[in-house]
RNA sequence: GGCGCCAUAGCCAAGUGGUAAGGCAGAGGCCUGCAAAGCCUUUAUCCCCCGGUUCAAAUCCGGGUGGCGCCUCCA
């Protein structure tokens, strides 16, 4: 496949370091809080890409951080009177809820900054040997005039950075661009031991050390939000390839955010709803609808109107798949020319001639429609179909939901003893002409959120 | 000030040199006891504006206009 790569500007053809493998780092959220939409995007985007290949056949390794230790950890603990510890463990469950319900699948290994304070002191010691970073009084600096090749992520001249440095830099630090790796403890905050005194790791340490204890010196691929170009993932390179003396990612890939009335959503700027509460509005999949109804790296504007629209879409294709479900348990036919002619339609080719161009799934999702026109086309007839053929289509659903992670995850439906009986009633009074009492049925089922169908092939019904 | 992105129908959104995918909403029709779901038809002589290159441009180049982002915690 074709992934845009931030490092070059350009759409380059996947090779991975080891063939039929891939290592991917993905940035994850700070647990002091419930993610928002925003943070969702990443998540649900490069759970999609890892989902992608290893549907081609790579073993992929998916490394998702927690950061469990920085400035908004300690505020948010010390205005609960809990400890860092216990926001974090409290926020990383409530993330996986928020995760599962999104579809996204829970990364290789998940690990935290506090379980790797040994291995950051080492980077860090390591990093000062090599003349790379420095202490002043009990904090360490990364010397960003010593990486000759500072600023190749986000393509700016170094020159530039600092003359857009804002005021208000310590003035300890031996120039401007220069950023904290470690970080002197102050009153009331957790510590470690170091070299250098109780402190705790800087922010964009712990990814260089994860990324590098789980996947190696160099990874395939490291992906993240547009926002942490500058300056998170400018650093991770900085550290890890001055640390490893060895390129640190291959490929970056970094998607667009997520905006309101099109201004970019962030907690600081208040414009946010969370994953959590959106979730009280509208199913979990239909968020994930949402966000891979454009392209990655398109900025994508957020409203309730935009979700109701994802929420018709995504019930289309789930009626599409209820429908063929309910004919496989129904009267099978012979297979006749048309479904022989539409079984041999190949929508997976073009599936994945969309994915593998940097991971579109607005074009792949537009593959699906078709499908799911042409399945309704040919199904409309209220007549009995080919087993083989919903057979066929319904695998092909399966493929489509496995890489997408949306659609067809519904159990089917078991048999309702009550609510056949009560369909089974409807029935009689529809033969007898009672449809006021046919009608009676019906409503009092949909009190129940249980929706009637009347097909020529018997009646279907879902719930919602 | 530096760097960069975006502009396609009422709404969303693919397409990036060969004559406008798909979804939502709307209208009309078919089907239905009525519904629901679905199907069919319909909705951009045209892709922000002005120039240019080309046999050919929404797609490339130049110039505008409008919107947004990064340079500071941020997905």
């Known amino acids: 496949m074709k992934i845009f790569n931030t490092l070059t500007g350009t759409k380059e053809e996947f090779v991975p370091i080891t063939p039929g493998k891939a290592s991917i780092y993905a ?13 969702a995007r990443p998540f649900i985007i490069f759970d999609t890409l890892r989902r992608y290949l290893e549907y081609q056949g790579y073993q992929v390794t998916f490394v998702q951080n927690f950061t469990d230790i920085d400035d908004k950890m300690i505020q948010r603990a010390n205005r609960e009177g809990i400890t860092v510890a216990e926001l974090g463990e409290r926020f990383i469950a409530e993330y996986k809820k928020d995760a599962e319900g999104l579809g996204i699948r829970p990364a290789s290994v998940h690990p935290r900054a506090t379980e790797h304070i040994p291995q950051i002191i080492q980077m860090i010691q390591t990093l000062v040997e090599k003349g790379y970073a420095y202490e002043i009084d009990g904090d360490v600096y990364f010397r960003t005039k010593q990486f000759q090749e500072y600023g190749k992520l986000s393509h700016q001249p170094l020159e530039e950075l600092e003359a857009g440095a804002r005021i208000g830099v310590d003035e300890r630090k031996e120039d401007a661009m220069d950023f904290a790796v470690w970080k002197k ?10 070299p250098w005194g109780m402190g705790r790791p800087g922010w964009h340490i712990e990814c260089s050390v994860m990324a590098n ?10 992906c993240g939000g547009r926002d942490l170009i500058f300056p ?6 900085a550290q890890s390839e001055c640390c490893n003396g060895v390129p640190f990612a ?7 955010y997520i ?23 509208f199913d979990y999949p239909v968020m994930r609808m949402f966000m891979l109804s454009a392209h990655y790296r398109s900025p994508i504007n957020f409203s309730k109107e935009l979700m109701s629209q994802a929420k018709a879409s995504l019930e289309r294709i789930e009626t599409c798949i209820d429908t063929l479900t309910f004919l496989r348990r ?27 161009d940097d991971l579109n799934t607005a074009d792949a999702l537009s593959v699906v429609f078709d499908m799911v026109r042409d399945i309704n086309t040919l199904i409309n007839d209220g007549q009995p179909h080919s087993h083989q053929l919903t057979e066929h289509f319904l695998k092909e659903f399966e493929v489509f939901s496995g890489v997408l992670g949306l659609f067809g995850q519904k159990k089917e439906q078991g048999l309702d003893g009550e609510i056949d009986a009560l369909i089974q009633q409807r029935q009689e009074a529809r033969k007898a002409k009672n449809y006021q009492e046919a009608d009676r049925i019906r409503d009092l089922l949909k009190e129940q959120g249980i929706l009637l169908e009347d097909t020529p092939q018997g009646v279907k019904w879902r719930r919602e």
């Not at 099109?262 to 509005?281: C, L, P, Q, W, Y």
């Not at 009267?331 to 593998?356: C, I, N, V």
């Open 213 to 222: 204890q789980y996947l190696g010196h160099t990874i395939d691929i490291h």
């Open 185 to 194: 403890q102050k009153e009331g905050e957790p510590a470690w031991e170091s």
């Open 232 to 237: 998170h993932h400018e650093n991770e390179i």
């Open 330 to 356: 129904g009267q099978d036919a012979p297979l006749t020319q048309e479904e022989q002619a539409l079984m041999e339609k190949d929508y997976t080719a073009r599936f994945e001639q969309a994915m593998d």
């Open 27 to 39: 940035c994850g959220p700070t647990v002091y809080d419930y993610f928002h939409i925003g943070n």
């Open 259 to 281: 905006n309101i009335d099109h201004k970019k959503m962030s907690k600081s700027a208040g414009n946010f709803f969370t994953v959590r509460d959106i979730a009280k509005e």
């Open 250 to 256: 291959h490929y970056w890939m970094h998607n667009g």
